[in-house]
């Protein structure tokens, strides 16, 4: 792996992180914090969506709504994990 696709991964990592913040309202994690969740729910779209038949296509746009949909289901978790 390139340095341009760590840098484009960490970008779309903090973008993804940052919307899932705004949609999941209560959650501001700076900077580092929106590029771990992005990362992470990248990760679990990644797992989930195929499972579930939903396929995305190419392209950055794409990464980063598939990594949002991750990201939104991993803060709704950890909202629910924590009123628990």
């Known amino acids: 792996m390139g340095i341009e696709s760590i840098i484009v991964f960490l970008i779309v990592g ?4 940052w919307l899932a913040g705004l ?15 992005g990362i992470v ?12 038949g939903i396929g995305v296509g190419g392209g950055i746009l794409w990464a980063i709504i598939h990594a949002t949909i991750g990201a939104i289901i991993l ?3 950890i909202k629910v994990i924590k009123r628990a």
């Open 23 to 37: 949609i999941v309202s209560g959650y501001g994690f700076g900077l580092l914090g929106n590029i771990v969740i």
């Open 75 to 77: 803060l709704l978790l």
């Open 41 to 52: 729910g990248a990760f679990i779209a990644g797992f989930l969506l195929p499972r579930l």
């Open 14 to 17: 903090a973008i993804a992180g």
